[in-house]
């Protein structure tokens, strides 16, 4: 049996001290793995519906052949996807799951957090390293969909069919200041240049559905919709909910 609580890792960062914790969950008896950075949760392996969503949700909107306007049908695997925020791994792996994605860049800012998936400290962190499509980058992701070289820094000017991002706890609630700039027109129209035609741009959220953010996604993007996904919260014996926005290019 586990320890009742242990903390796995602690580290300073640029962005403040980190730390991953396990405990066990005395309703389930099972190990709960938790993620601080300061004084905040940033996500618990006891809440994980809406990461999971974000992947699902994201790519529903997706076709089934190759969507990016060369003609060329890629069959089955043909989708190039692209998640800004690692966490522990749940968006990753619920994408990797669809048998359309035929490769995965994970773009994380905190080295610590790619560490602890490569050194198998997480749950997820052996299935997702050893999936030979999934991919592990160390940058801001925030930086990279500014640049006009885009979010793979391997292949510059590369183009996704998806780009997934669950990094702060909503457009209006940043863990950065400088994160602001994505969620206005210009941030988001420079995102939307690294997507095929046709392609998905999805984020979630922890705060209920944001109508002016929709309308500003509506600017840039073909389509803009908030789905709000609610799961069961037991530590207030309840529900909760998050929102998860998917906004497409034109195709």
């Known amino acids: ?7 796995i890792d602690w580290r300073p960062t640029p962005m403040g001290e980190i730390s991953l914790r396990r405990r066990r969950d005395v309703a389930t008896g099972e190990d709960v793995h ?24 994201g790519l529903a909107e ?10 060329d049908d890629g069959g089955d695997s043909y989708a190039d996807v692209a998640v800004g925020g690692l966490g522990l791994g749940y968006t990753a792996r619920a994408a990797l799951e669809d048998a359309r994605v035929r ?16 050194e198998h400290l997480v749950p997820l962190g052996a299935e997702l390293t050893a999936d030979p499509r999934c991919r592990f980058v160390h940058g801001d992701f925030f930086a990279l969909a500014a640049d006009a070289d885009g979010l793979d820094p391997e292949t510059p000017g590369r183009r996704f069919h ?22 206005r027109p210009d941030g988001l129209r420079r995102l939307a240049a690294h997507l095929h035609p046709g392609g998905v741009f999805a984020l979630w959220s922890n705060d209920p559905p944001d109508d002016p953010f929709t309308a500003t996604l509506r600017e840039t993007f073909a389509t803009a919709e908030a789905h709000v996904v609610t799961f069961p919260n037991p530590l207030q014996d309840g529900e909760a909910t998050n929102t998860i926005y998917v906004a497409r290019t034109a195709s």
């Open 1 to 7: 049996m586990s320890r009742r609580f242990e903390e």
């Open 34 to 57: 938790e993620v601080k950075l300061g004084d905040e949760f940033l996500m618990s392996s006891l809440f994980t519906a809406g990461e999971i969503a974000l992947s699902r949700l």
């Open 62 to 71: 997706l076709p089934d052949g190759d969507g990016d306007g060369d003609g």
């Open 103 to 118: 490769s995965l860049v994970v773009i994380d800012a905190l080295a610590e957090v790619i560490g602890w998936h490569r």
């Open 162 to 183: 998806a780009v997934l991002l669950d990094v702060d706890h909503s457009p209006a609630h940043v863990l950065h200041p400088r994160h602001a700039a994505l969620y």
